[in-house]
């Protein structure tokens, strides 16, 4: 498996919370087979959520609680710098990470940049959404095979680069992926 692939599998486990053995990676090899998968792993239902509303909603709930910002000021456009405002605001932002219970944080910024999910409230839910939806969700809770996909198709897009694919494309040979 390429380094590609496997940053795909991995990125995979962390949206959903599930762990997905070497051996069985190695025979997922469309997009389709991926879905297969993870609906066998997960609780099937068909009450789909909006999965930024959710992550829109623990974003707010952390800010009050943990940096008490006042509820009415965290909107989705609203940008970080001016809701955590000061000196610290990098030790504020890695603390509203750790409340919020996410492995992979958005980086606050580069010197000269803010990364897009460090900006707006809006844009850090779209990439708790889309990375971890499972915890934005709930752990356990019944996943529709359109939700499965809809975060699979985000997945290809943002880890692997590539917008457009079929479900039954393969990943080396039709996606060119190592």
């Known amino acids: 498996m390429g380094l590609d692939i496997v940053e795909f599998v991995i990125s995979v486990e962390d949206a959903f919370g599930i762990a997905i053995p ?6 997922l090899v469309t997009p389709r087979a991926v879905a297969d998968y993870v609906q066998s792993r997960l609780a099937a239902g068909n009450d789909e959520v909006c999965h930024s509303q959710r992550a829109f909603y623990m974003l707010r709930a952390a ?10 000021r965290v909107t989705p456009n609203s940008k970080w710098r001016a809701l955590l405002p000061g000196g610290a605001f990098s030790k504020k932002w890695k603390r509203l990470g750790k409340v919020v219970g996410v492995s992979d944080w958005p980086a606050s910024s580069i010197p000269g940049y803010t990364p897009p999910p460090s900006r707006t409230v809006g844009a850090t839910a779209e990439y708790l959404a889309q990375r971890f939806p499972a915890l934005v969700k709930g752990h356990g809770s019944a ?6 996909e809809t975060v699979l198709a985000g997945l290809i897009q943002h880890v692997l680069g590539i917008a457009s694919f079929g479900w039954d494309d393969r990943f080396v040979e039709d996606l060119r992926l190592d």
């Open 63 to 72: 800010a009050v609680q943990s940096l008490e910002v006042p509820r009415g």
């Open 143 to 148: 996943w529709s095979r359109r939700e499965i």
């Open 22 to 27: 070497n051996q069985v990676a190695q025979n």
